[in-house]
């Protein structure tokens, strides 16, 4: 059962239970999703998206923003005017122990071995 927006500002997030490997794995498919869940990673805390400098459109970020939330890898909530993210690791962690931590270590290689 996702859980539904109950204003115009609230963002519709999976349940837990609805959370799926493939789903997952799709989202963090794309480079500028990875890129936007290393950041959080490192960060360990909420970013807004305009924290986020990412080479493609408003729109296109705020798609990438979407399939994160959509998949359950992020949550995203209004404080004030800023749309905050923030790693859904509980949740991740729980359903799917050491995934999150070895795709993050494997991205870090990758950039490291690419120059990135």
Do not use: W
């Amino acid at each position: 059962m996702t859980i539904a927006a109950t204003t115009s500002r609230d963002l519709p997030h999976p349940a837990r239970d609805e959370i799926r490997l493939e789903g997952i794995l799709h989202a963090l498919s794309d480079p500028m999703r990875l890129r936007i869940v290393r950041e959080l990673a490192a960060d360990g805390d909420e970013l807004s998206c305009s924290h986020f400098d990412l080479p493609v459109t408003k729109s296109t970020t705020t798609h990438h923003f979407r399939v994160l939330r959509e998949s359950g890898v992020i949550r995203q909530i209004y404080r004030g005017t800023a749309k905050m993210n923030g790693l859904r690791r509980d949740d991740l962690d729980d359903l799917f122990p050491g995934l999150l931590d070895t795709l993050l270590d494997a991205a870090a290689r990758q950039a490291v071995r690419l120059g990135g």
